[in-house]
């Protein structure tokens, strides 16, 4: 018998993926339009800016039941007028599909909303965990002035369901005010 070396890695300090499975994509603001409140901010600003990346770890084919995937989420500080740098968020397809996240590093808010319209939001610090239950759209948030970088792992069959998020958005946001970072109702 003959022990294999470890070909896929993944850096504990930074959440870095590398080998065979790791796949790297960039989110640029031009393809986040609608999903900043302010259209003026954001029509004023550089479509070119990016606003995060993520590296996701798939060792089977999406759509796989039972296997999973690992990613790292890495957005970037910045602000639409006073709304802060975050993901476009989702559902899942197959919605009982739970997630985990975790912090890495920097500071932000993982934002859940549940299929009657109803936030919650958690603070996301490095060391943080957070267990994202079934049917629970999610999204991250940066209100800091470095890289927010977060883990996950999630089911390889549960899919990205953007289309409700892209229609009506989060019932809430973050917004910046003085300074400091406040979560409103925004419906
Ligand atoms: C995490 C996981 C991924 C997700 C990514 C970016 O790494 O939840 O499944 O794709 O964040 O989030 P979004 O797809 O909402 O842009
Ligand atoms: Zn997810």
């Known amino acids: 018998m003959t022990m294999k070396k470890a070909t896929e890695r993944y850096d504990l300090q930074t959440g870095e993926l590398s080998g065979e499975y790791a796949s790297h994509s960039r989110k640029k603001l031009s393809q986040l339009k609608g999903v900043f409140a302010d ?16 590296s996701a770890h798939m060792a089977v084919k999406e759509g796989t039941p039972g ?6 989420s890495t957005i970037h500080p910045g ?9 476009k968020g989702h559902f899942h397809n197959k919605r009982e599909c739970a997630e985990y996240y975790w912090g890495i590093s920097g ?20 060391g943080s965990l957070h267990y994202i239950g079934g049917y629970l759209a ?13 883990g996950a792992c999630w089911g390889s069959d549960a899919g990205h369901d953007y289309g409700s998020i892209e229609t009506a958005g989060f019932s809430a946001r973050v917004l910046c005010e003085n300074g400091k970072a406040v979560l409103k109702e925004s419906h």
Do not use: K, W
Request: glycine content about 10%.
């Open 39 to 54: 259209g003026t901010a954001f029509a004023a600003m550089d479509g070119e800016q990016l606003v995060y990346e993520v």
């Open 79 to 87: 602000r639409v007028g006073n709304e802060y740098f975050m993901t």
């Open 138 to 150: 999610h999204r991250l948030i940066n209100t800091g002035e470095s890289d927010l970088v977060v």
């Open 107 to 126: 500071e932000g808010v993982l934002l859940l909303m549940d299929e009657n319209r109803r936030c919650t939001a958690e603070q996301v610090q490095p």
């Open 67 to 72: 296997g999973l995937f690992f990613g790292t």
